[in-house]
């Protein structure tokens, strides 16, 4: 706002917006008391004090999210798997999933980058002001399997219930028994149609009988998330175990590097 337009009825009633936004009763009681020059002084304090408690709420959702470290889309190299919809994957990054309520399945075999993906997505979607939680299946799981008391119980769905996005991360690594299959669908069935999940997993959905064995509700689970949902699938090689390789390269060129500058004599005999 410009504080030498505030003769403007419609940039007082904006900046009488922002106090109001800002919850600041106390200035607001006593609005038809402030002079022009009060108002470009208050004008200037209350942008700073929006900038402010953005990046104070923007540190907060990243706190909250759980998101850890991961590399982000601008370093994902695109031509290492075999598979994968990239535009599908960018489209994600545009969120409409989340004014939608739909879900995001990310399907492929370990080390193809759907961690990294899930993890960029989320990261997104905190920046643009949405709240976020992102876990592991088993972290998620066996905290709730571990909790006896039905009222913690209940407070501890709601937590996994009411971020607008939940990524859970490595669904398949681990088998678990029915009372985890339940917990999930429960918390899936919370969030269906309300709330945005993202789903990572190295199995695709006719193999997660074997994630739950014997569970009854693994298909209605299944049924739930990929009712409104983008199954993108990325198939290839471990870019993990790519990057090990590489690694252990680099090592050896340079040990023998070193080799060649403390045995010059050595080197020279061989030639």
């Known amino acids: 706002m410009n504080p030498d337009n505030l003769k403007q009825p419609l940039l007082i009633d904006t900046l009488k917006q922002q106090a109001l936004d800002l919850s600041l009763h106390g ?49 994902f190299d695109w031509d290492w798997p075999k598979q ?28 193809v980058g759907k961690s990294t993906v899930a993890q960029n997505i989320a990261h997104y979607s905190v920046v643009q002001g949405h709240t976020v939680l992102f876990t592991s299946a088993a972290q998620m799981l066996n905290e709730l399997a ?34 985890h299959a339940d917990l999930l669908f429960e918390v899936i069935n919370r969030r269906y149609e309300k709330k945005s999940t993202i789903i990572t997993t190295n199995k695709p959905f006719a193999q997660w009988g074997e994630v739950f064995p014997n569970a009854a509700c693994v298909v209605s689970l299944i049924d739930r998330l990929i009712h409104h949902a983008e ?24 040990r023998k590097a070193n080799n060649q500058k403390t045995n010059p004599q050595t080197e020279a005999s061989k030639l």
């Not at 199954?231 to 340079?254: F, H, L, N, P, V």
């Open 146 to 179: 571990a909790i006896d008391s039905d009222m913690a119980l209940r407070r501890k769905l709601r937590f996994y219930s009411q971020p607008a996005v939940l990524a859970i991360d490595e669904v398949g690594y681990l088998s678990y028994g029915n009372r």
């Open 231 to 254: 199954i993108i699938s990325i198939d290839g090689d471990s870019y993990r175990m790519k990057e090990a390789k590489e690694r252990t390269e680099r090592r050896k060129q340079k």
């Open 27 to 75: 200035l607001l009681a006593h609005w038809e008391e402030l002079t022009e020059e009060q108002l470009r002084w208050i004008a200037c304090w209350l942008e700073r004090e929006e900038i402010e408690r953005s990046r104070r709420g923007l540190e907060r959702r990243l706190r909250n999210a759980r998101i850890g470290r991961f590399k982000p889309m601008a370093d």
């Open 84 to 111: 994968i919809d990239r535009n599908a994957i960018m489209d994600s990054m545009g969120l409409s999933f989340i004014t939608e309520a739909s879900n995001i399945i990310l399907v492929g075999p370990n080390g």
